[in-house]
Structures are given as C-alpha cells and as structure tokens.
Antibody, heavy 115, light 111 residues
Framework: QVQLQESGPGLVKPSETLSLTCTVS????????WTWIRQPPGKGLEWIGH???????THNPSLRGRVDMSVDKSKSQFSLKLRSVTAADTAVYYC?????????WGLGILVSVSS | DILMTQSPLSLPVTPGEPASISCTSS???????????LVWYLHKPGQSPQLLIY???NRAAGVPDRFSASGSGTDFTLKINRVEAEDLGVYFC?????????FGQGTKLEI
C-alpha cells in the first residue's frame, strides 16, 4: 500500500516561500506523476501541479508562476515551493500520486500564512 | 478551466437506504478513446481521501460493490446501494481529462 506523508512548517510569513516535502513509502517514486493539491478553509480543492519522477512538471496557471516542484529519488521525496505567499495561500496542502488520476493521497498539512 | 458542479452539497441519509450524488462538468469528459475521465473520491474525517471510482464507472480495488457510478459526457452519478455507517464523509468528483484538473465542491453524506 502506497503511503504519502506531507511535512513542513505550519506557519509562513506573507511574501515568504512556502516549502513542503512529501515522503513516499510502499512503492518506488521512479514511476508515475507526483501531485500537489490544496484546499483553503471553507473552499474547494485546487490542483496545484504535478511532477514526473524524471523532473518534467506542469502547474496550475492560476498560481502565476510562483510554483516550483522537484523530486529527490534518493530520499523517495518530492517537494513544493510556493513563492511570495499571501493569506490567500492559507490551506490544507495534500500530496498525492497521479496514475492517470489521483490514486493515493496524503493526510494533508495545514499551512497558515500570517505575520 | 472545466467547472465541476456537484449536487446536493449535503445529503442526509438513513443506514440501509440508497443514496445518489450528481456531478456535472462544463465540458464533455469523454475522451476519443471512449473513456470518461471522471473520478470519485470519499474523504472520511481524519483520513486521507480514498479513490472510489475511476474512468467514470470503474470501482477501485477494495471498494465495496454497493458503490456504483455511471454517466458519460457531462453528467455523472455516484450511487450507494445501501448506505452503511462507514460511508459517511465528503464525496467529491474530479475531472482528469485536462489540466488544470478540477474538483467538485463536495457532497457531505451524513445521518
């Protein structure tokens, strides 16, 4: 059974960079796309983007180029960086595996943007 | 972006009774390969969302057969034959046809 675990700071200051890591266990990271999704409080889910194990990535244009994603195969981890955050970036962030659709999700991590 | 609309947003149910959730997309999710790129998930409190249905009507591994899904193009339905207490949570649909992938608002199934 594939398991994913998000980790990172729960609080980020406005204008700074949100950084999260997802650790994958139960399967090799050297397959599939690896995905980030978020859900602001009281709002719907938003697909942030995904990255292939070899590094090719696609992200949601709504984030206006603030997103960077990377994969570290040696650690079975993939990461998200979201630059220049504002309060609107406060959300539960999920990492997930993409196999044509999302088949496994992490539990999610709440990240608040506040000074 | 493809807009996904679910109804109802809240669904009171009685254990043992059937339940049905609708998901509508603003564009057809039917690919030229004949598959509908529509997925259903259940998010139980305190757990990760779990995959129920993929490609419109295919149950994921381990999903009980009381769950079924149908539809094509822009209109889709998830049905629970007889609701059990463990089925409570938020159900949501997602289109996986084109980026940015988009989600329905979620339907809260509750007693």
């Amino acid at each position: 059974q594939v398991q994913l675990q998000e980790s990172g700071p729960g609080l980020v200051k406005p204008s700074e960079t949100l950084s999260l890591t997802c650790t994958v266990s139960g399967d090799s990271i050297s397959n599939f796309f690896w995905t980030w999704i978020r859900q602001p409080p009281g709002k719907g889910l938003e697909w942030i983007g995904h990255i292939y194990h070899s590094g090719g990535a696609t992200h949601n244009p709504s984030l206006r180029g603030r997103v960077d994603m990377s994969v570290d195969k040696s650690k079975s981890q993939f990461s998200l960086k979201l630059r220049s955050v504002t309060a609107a970036d406060t959300a539960v962030y999920y990492c997930a595996r993409w196999a044509g659709w999302i088949d496994f999700w992490g539990l999610g991590i709440l990240v608040s943007v506040s000074s | 972006d493809i807009l996904m609309t679910q109804s109802p947003l809240s669904l009171p149910v009685t254990p043992g009774e059937p339940a049905s959730i609708s998901c509508t997309s603003s564009q057809s999710l039917l690919h030229s390969n004949g598959h509908n790129f529509l997925v259903w998930y259940l998010h139980k409190p305190g757990q990760s969302p779990q995959l129920l249905i993929y490609l419109g009507s295919n149950r994921a591994a381990g999903v009980p057969d009381r769950f079924s899904a149908s539809g094509s193009g822009t209109d889709f339905t998830l049905k629970i034959n007889r609701v059990e207490a463990e089925d409570l949570g938020v159900y949501f649909c997602m289109q996986s046809l084109q980026t940015p992938y988009t989600f329905g608002q979620g339907t809260k199934l509750e007693i």
